[in-house]
């Protein structure tokens, strides 16, 4: 079936066939269109315990909503960017004149609500030294090579566009060449759902003593309400029981800058029509001029920062490298959990696992709260366009009491803490394994949630 309109219809047809056969009974996997993600680390050899955290960080798996879009370079180090006068002044240039938030970035955080016992590097050149990188790397072209599978002679191909898209990628290449208007929405459907939607996340770890956390949360008002999750929890410990035990130990600190791929329809065109080649028809000037363009760039998005705890009073008998391993890999997913919060464009779709009652695979790694609200979509075609749509068929909202602690080491710390606690009290009902929501009942399996503020 080469048709991508039959191809949609059939899968719409199968996902509500299964809604009316098997109501109510789980959903295994769902065909939808995830976001991509990068991720990289800044490298910086004088932290304490700086090889731990890289190595956790680069062995961490991707969050599973999102496409695996890494490249092989995982990590820079900012002093390999020096940063000038000159660059200072072009950044500053900047300032107003576009959207990317440049004045944003530049804010140190030493400046935060942490009076910069946090972090007391200055970090105003980062994000000049970011741009740098991209530059240096080619970030740009190697996330578009990746995207069309480039191979060493400079070809394309449509394979894993429509591996993850599921479309015809025969009939996808073959519609560069038509340029019609059936084949041009494809492209344009394809784009704007995947391509457009890669995001690069470069995050900064430290590893910093509780009791400076605590020093810092002691001046600052309703910083609970600011950060919220375990840090508002440390914040509130210190604000109201001085030496409480809390403040000893350690945290794994993260703070992210993330960036989104510019692909839009002009991007596109000069691609298709410029850049790209396959293999039945080789052009030495095109590879060389993909090589070379500046076509493409990232956007600054946004930042965030989060934190979670070296368990060390609970996992006794762990050494404290896998202690600092395990809160690297939480504190990862916490600020990946506060970016999605704070900016729509990297918000992730997720299918309902069942419909009866309704459930999704998502919980406290994705920062999930009791009443957090989600807006349930339903995927069609557009048929005047021919591209997709997500249409808005209801809301629904976390039930309290009913989140799935889906956070890295979850099941192992939470034996940990039953082993201290009398028999009387230890709770013998199976870990929840999806977090269930309340709304109508008028979903089905399959069809995909997105939280709103």
Known sequence: MKTRSLLMILMISMISALNAQEKGKDVKSAVYRRSSIYTIILDDAGLVHADVIKDAFIQSPVPEKYNDHNLSVKSFDSKQFPVTDADRAAIGAKKGKDKMGFAKMGKSIANDATGGLVDTTATKDIPIQIEKFFKANKIGQRLVAKWFNRDDNGAFNMNLIGERGSWDATEMAANVAKNSARGTAMLSDAGEELIGNTFVVITRMKYVSKEEVMKAA????????????????????????????????????????????????????????????????????????????????????????????????????????????????????????????????????????????????????????????????????????????????????????????????????????????????????????????????????????????
């Open 218 to 453: 002691k001046s600052v008002t309703s910083l609970a309400g600011k950060f919220g999750g375990t840090y508002g929890q440390l914040a509130e410990a210190a604000v109201n029981t001085a030496g409480d035990i809390l403040s000893k130990g350690y945290v794994v600190q993260t703070y992210s800058y993330l960036y989104k791929l510019v692909w839009n329809d002009s991007v596109s065109a000069v691609f298709y029509q410029n850049l790209w080649q396959d293999n039945s028809k080789l052009d030495p000037a095109r590879k060389m001029a993909f090589d070379t363009t500046s076509l493409f760039t990232l956007e600054y998005i946004g930042q965030e920062k989060a934190w979670a705890d070296v368990q060390s009073t609970i996992f006794s008998k762990k050494s404290e490298d896998d202690l600092i391993r395990i809160a690297t890999v939480n504190s990862v997913d916490a600020v990946i959990a506060k970016l999605q919060t704070e900016y729509d464009v990297f918000k992730t779709k997720t299918p309902l696992y069942s419909a009866n009652p309704l459930s999704a695979k998502i919980g406290l790694k994705e920062g999930l709260e009791k009443g957090d609200k989600f807006e349930v979509l339903e995927q069609t075609l557009d048929e005047k366009t021919n591209r997709t749509k997500y249409v808005r068929v209801g809301t629904i909202s976390v039930e309290k009491d009913k989140i799935w602690d889906n956070r890295y080491m979850a099941a192992e710390l939470l034996a940990e803490k039953a082993k201290d606690l009398p028999a009387s009290e230890v709770n013998e009902q199976p870990p929840l394994d999806r977090t269930y929501f309340k709304g109508p009942d008028k979903f089905y399996s399959g069809m995909l949630i997105r939280q709103i503020k």
